[in-house]
């Protein structure tokens, strides 16, 4: 390959970095608020989510013993971090269930109303708010779970393809 045909793309490369950082700065000083806490239309809006995270929480647990620990995937490093992140992913769906639960029964006058009109800043007045304040933390669990998953996949990449094995090997 002629070298004056590479050197524009070693340019491109080179220039990367700094226009992905100068779009990244201008994303974020155009941002508005996420309000990252989604609302759902009473009563049909939760109960389908409660049900979607009940579903993923079954879903995880059928990962973790039907495909990784009654299987020869169990032995290998890779699926071992990956059956512990679906676990931690099933207590997780565990977790905002309670906390979806918690949410309903909290009152709405133990909430001080913000400058948007929210009801967004709880006051601390039973043991349900304490509760509500802990199950609202389900980051603390969710994201070792995505940590270990990437883990698991970072060691099956860097372990190489493996051959399936089976009965169309024998022959």
Known sequence: MPKNRSRP????????????????????????????????????????????????????????????????????????????????????????????VIDTVIPARHFLVDDRGLHSILVLQSGIDYLYCLFRMDHLVCVPALLLIYLGLRHMAASGPVRPEGPADTA
Do not use: D
């Open 9 to 100: 793309c070693r340019r491109l490369l080179r220039a990367m970095p700094v226009s992905l950082t100068g779009a990244g700065l201008l994303l974020f000083g155009i941002a508005t608020p996420a309000l990252a806490i989604q609302a759902h239309g009473a009563p049909e809006g939760l109960y389908v989510h409660e049900i979607g995270h009940f579903l993923y929480a079954l879903a995880m647990l059928g990962f973790t013993f039907q495909v990784i620990r009654n299987s020869r995937l169990a032995g290998k490093p890779g699926w071992r971090l990956m059956s512990r992140g679906a676990l931690l992913l099933f207590l997780w769906n565990l977790w905002a269930l309670v906390a979806h």
